[in-house]
């Protein structure tokens, strides 16, 4: 089979596709045959030796979808045939409240990912895909979008009487925040440098859009737009300056989650968290409740994903790169078949 394959360290334009023996589901696998797959900004992190567990050659790819191949003798689930999306985190384990970081992994490193023809992963990972969805739209869905609901819903226990705040709209994740929280009725505030990224944001549902590059004072925009206070949830992943100041408008007893920081530091001023009793929220992934969960909001709301471009395999260097530059507003999509 054609795979996405990265052989050594040093950026993006090291992914080469190969041709590769086809992989043969173990005990409990299914084998699906992908379609289409998605890029991550975990993909490219890899590529630039920025991700913890680094195991070479590596077919890369956390999302994916496409059909039932077939099984492992033993193993069963969806009939083959079916039209399928994975869910990428393998083996969560028990604990609904957080991960087995020492057991866990994610599709994609250590383990051989969906940018390949075929791929085979433990048959409770593969779900019905949403009918109303094109292939393109499910290939965005699983790991930016399992990310978002348990970011918003399950740590950040959105209700419809909300104003949240969503920094840096625009990415795979916080277009799905945004999905997410207009589907549950709350008020949207988001921000990004770009004016054509918020031009999106606003025809996706988002109430208030804020440019933090040519305003004079966001986070000032941000409070007055808010009222009562400031937000009363933010979700946030750039780190930085920008979640210390999300400390700062955030509303006494407010919520603000983390799930990421492209700026590793961050200077907070404590007094923030403890004289607005905030609660300080970090997750990652989600567990497979909270992936059923997400499914079943893209199902109710007939939910679509934000797909910026969908590229073919032989383009794969320039989509990692555009990914990387993050000019993309959305997911960045892989044809595969």
């Known amino acids: ?93 028990p604990d609904q409240h957080v991960w087995d970081a020492k057991n866990s992994s994610i599709l994609g490193m250590p383990r051989d990912g969906t940018f390949a023809e075929y791929v085979t992963v433990p048959a409770q990972n593969v779900y019905k895909k949403p009918a109303h969805l094109t292939d393109d739209e499910a290939a965005a869905l699983p790991l930016a979008g399992l990310t978002a609901y348990r970011a918003l819903i399950t740590r950040g226990r959105i209700t419809k009487d909300d104003v949240v705040l969503v920094t840096g709209v625009g990415g795979g994740v916080q277009t799905f925040v945004l999905l997410f929280a207009k589907f549950v009725g709350a008020k949207v505030i988001v921000t990004s440098s770009s004016d054509e990224k918020l031009a999106r944001a606003k025809s996706m549902g988002a109430d208030v859009t804020i440019n933090y590059k040519t305003s004079e004072s966001w986070s000032k925009e941000v409070r007055a737009a808010a009222g009562g206070g400031g937000p009363s949830l933010i979700v946030d992943a750039a780190g930085g300056d920008t979640f210390a100041a999300c400390l700062d408008i955030a509303r006494p007893g407010g919520r603000v989650v983390t799930y ?78």
């Not at 923030?272 to 997750?283: A, E, M, Q, R």
């Not at 109710?300 to 993050?326: Q, Y």
Request: contains cysteine; hydrophobic residues 40%; proline residues 6%.
């Open 260 to 337: 990421g920081g492209n700026v590793a530091k961050s200077t907070a001023r404590m007094f923030s968290i403890f004289w607005k009793h905030l609660d300080i929220l970090g997750t990652s992934m989600g567990s497979p409740e909270d992936f059923a969960g997400m499914l079943a909001i893209v199902e109710a709301g007939k939910l679509k994903p934000a797909v910026d471009e969908t590229v073919p395999m032989s383009d794969v260097v320039a989509a990692a790169e555009r990914m990387n530059s993050g000019a993309q507003f959305g997911k960045i999509v892989l044809g595969i078949a």
């Open 1 to 93: 089979m054609k795979a996405v394959r990265l052989n050594e360290i040093g950026g993006p334009q090291n992914l080469r596709v190969e041709t590769i023996p086809d992989p043969v589901p173990g005990e409990g696998e299914a084998l699906v045959k992908i379609s289409r797959a998605a890029f991550n900004r975990r993909d490219v992190f890899i590529t630039q030796g920025l991700y913890p567990g680094i195991d070479l050659p590596r077919t890369l790819g956390s999302d994916g979808t496409g059909t039932i191949a077939g099984y492992c003798p033993g193993a069963d689930g969806l009939s083959v045939g079916t039209s399928v999306v994975i869910n990428p985190m393998i083996g969560w384990g």
